[in-house]
């Protein structure tokens, strides 16, 4: 029998004669290889032709190993055992000696491949950080909480971690050390941050609008009655229901009612979009294959994740079948930001015009005074008392010229002043007339900052003003 790596070669020969099978073979062989590594078996028989071959693992036949070699070609820790092969002519069969094959582990220090993530949730919401690292032998895991190991019911040796429902105290540094008998190592250190939860809330739209409906009997309102007994209808297979609200709002949840008759009508699919100035539009999730099993019945939608805080919300819905769309009623859950105003500690900005152009009238609570600056690009920078959650501001235009307008900018936050972070940008922003407030809220709460920065760009010209800044928010 022969074994080989690509540099060692040890041969056993099996004999047979002519009318008889008889076995002469070398001393049995021991060889030991690092995983990965290929070996071949090989054997040579003398004797009447032909002969068959028939491989062994442990005294077991090896499936498909039946030719005078057996390779394989990448060894695993699996494959130390004892070989032999049974070779057989018409003569009778003859068994090799043993072939001992033992395959040790590569040893490789661990090494982090991809690093775990910072997350921000919503109490309650689960939390998840994962890491990919690679070594041999085998790798463990620990996770640290502000440099400590994690024990007790949330101890978790994996790859990765799990918080199924998180708590404000669980608002935290994390990090794992990967170790295995070479070594270990730590990974960088991310944060967890978990809000405040919301509370969820049967929400009340101020207004609410179709595209169309087939008469006031089976009109808009009556899919915000509270009563099953009554429908919206559409004579129109494609179509969609608008639900405005008078402050900004976060939705979680929705449910919808189907109507006493024609199931062919019911949504069959729509998609769910949200909006604060009713034009530009942001998906928040489509559903598709819809059915209802039932009349008058009310099925809960949840949200994998609760919305940004959005004042309008639209449903683009097709039905099930044909050319009318309908249902009973549509519930909305959620909460309303409350947010409170952000009073600034101090303020500054690029430049201003005068005195009585200066960055305190940003501030002034007053529309007829306005902050200018002689430039098309300016900037303006608050620092807060204590950091702060920001989720909407408003911006005033001023009684002169709209060419001073903002009509683009990007507000970024900070808690050194140095390193800043982009929270969102706008552009193409218009004010329809001289010292109109208009209410910006953003998409998503902005992480916690102590200071907020706008970079202005003009609508025309070189004079940059605003009349008024107001901040909201929690701090």
């Known amino acids: 029998m022969q074994l080989a790596t690509s540099r060692i070669i040890h041969s056993l020969l099996v004999f047979v004669s002519v ?6 073979s070398l001393t049995a062989s021991v060889l030991t290889v690092t995983a990965g590594q290929p070996v071949q078996f090989s054997v040579s028989a003398q004797g009447s032709q032909p002969f068959t071959y028939q491989w062994r693992k442990n005294g077991a ?5 039946t030719q005078a070699t057996y390779a394989i070609p990448a060894t695993t820790v699996d494959d130390s055992a004892t070989y032999t092969v049974v070779v057989t002519n018409s003569a009778g069969s003859a068994l090799s000696d043993n072939a001992a094959l033992t395959v040790n582990l590569v040893i490789v220090a661990p090494q982090i491949t991809n690093q775990p993530v910072s997350l921000t949730v919503t109490a309650g919401q689960p939390a998840t950080f994962s890491i990919t690292a690679s070594g041999m032998p085998t790798l ?6 502000n440099g400590a190991a994690i024990t007790g019911n949330l101890s ?8 199924a429902a998180t708590a404000g105290t669980d608002t935290a540094s994390y990090s794992a050390v990967v170790s295995n008998t070479a070594g270990a190592v730590t990974s960088n250190i991310v944060t967890l941050t978990v809000n405040a939860a919301y509370s969820l ?3 009340t739209p101020q207004s609410y609008s179709a595209r169309g409906q087939a008469s006031t009997a089976q009109g808009i309102a009556n899919l915000f009655d509270g009563q099953s007994s009554t429908k919206w209808v559409d004579r129109r297979a494609t179509t969609w229901v608008k639900v405005v609200f008078a402050s900004p709002t976060v939705l979680e949840a929705y449910a919808l009612t ?6 062919e009508r019911d949504p069959g699919s729509w998609t769910l979009s949200g909006s604060n100035n009713g034009t530009t539009w942001t998906a928040i999730e489509t559903r598709t294959s819809q059915s209802w099993n039932t009349r008058l019945l009310t099925r809960d939608f949840i949200l994998a994740a ?3 805080a959005y004042t309008q919300f639209r449903f683009d819905l097709k039905a099930t079948f044909g050319s009318i769309t309908q249902f009973a009623d549509l519930e909305l859950f959620g909460n309303s930001v409350v947010s409170i105003p952000l009073p600034p500690l101090t303020y500054s900005s690029r430049s201003q015009s005068s005195t009585s152009l200066g960055i305190a009238k940003l501030f002034d609570g007053r529309t007829n005074t306005s902050w200018a600056d002689l430039s098309g690009t300016s900037w303006v920078k608050i620092s807060l008392n204590s950091p702060a959650v920001l989720r909407r501001y408003t911006l005033t235009s001023s009684s002169d010229a709209a060419t001073g307008d903002p009509a683009s900018w990007t507000l970024s936050g900070s808690n050194d002043g140095t390193t800043w972070t982009v929270i969102e940008t706008r552009t193409g922003q218009t004010w329809s007339s001289r010292r109109l407030t208009r209410d910006f809220v953003l998409a998503t709460a902005s992480a916690r900052f102590t200071q907020l920065r706008f970079d202005f760009k003009a609508t025309s010209g070189t004079i940059t003003e605003v009349a008024e800044l107001q901040l909201f928010g929690e701090p």
Do not use: K
């Not at 189907?258 to 199931?263: C, L, M």
């Open 201 to 203: 809330v049967d929400l």
């Open 61 to 65: 036949a090896i499936s498909a190993a």
């Open 306 to 308: 609760p919305t940004g």
């Open 19 to 24: 009318g008889s099978l008889f076995s002469n």
């Open 258 to 263: 189907s109507a006493n008759d024609s199931p």
């Open 140 to 145: 463990t895991y620990q996770w640290l909480r």
């Open 156 to 163: 978790n040796t994996s790859a990765t971690f799990t918080i």
